[in-house]
Nanobody, 124 residues
Framework: QVQLVESGGGSVQAGGSLRLSCAAS????????MAWFRQVPGKEREGVAS???????SYADSVKGRFSISRDNAKNTLYLKMDSLKSEDTAMYYC??????????????????WGQGTQVTVSS
């Protein structure tokens, strides 16, 4: 079946950087909209960044200027480069996919494919 596998999470001090990766298998990757969501306990999963199948990107206001989403269609891999990390970026980060041209970042319910998540912890 289709699989999304995240990696690259960890613990970092405030101001530091991390790069998350999401490897996709068994799907026509370049036809999929891809996104990163994050979730903290007790809160709903929130959109962080998305990249359409044609490469158009969108970001949550809270991460604009600090995070960068990209995709390598040859490697079926999605990336999230996170710079200037803050303690409020601490969360479980999930990769999501949907067979569509344009992404939706406002709700996690639009996506049908999810990875298992990777934890990001930022200490101040």
């Amino acid at each position: 079946q289709v699989q999304l596998v995240e990696s690259g999470g960890g613990s970092v001090q405030a101001g530091g950087s991390l790069r998350l990766s999401c490897a996709a298998s068994r799907l026509t990757y370049n036809s999929y909209c891809m996104a990163w969501f994050r979730q903290v306990p007790g809160k709903e999963r929130e959109g962080v960044a998305s990249i359409d199948s044609d490469g158009v990107t969108s970001y949550a206001d809270s991460v604009k200027g600090r995070f960068s989403i990209s995709r390598d269609n040859a490697k079926n891999t999605l990336y999230l480069k996170m710079d200037s990390l803050k303690s409020e970026d601490t969360a479980m980060y999930y990769c999501a996919a949907k067979w569509a041209v344009r992404c939706v970042l406002s709700t996690f319910r639009w996506y049908g494919l999810w990875g298992q998540g990777t934890q990001v912890t930022v200490s101040s």
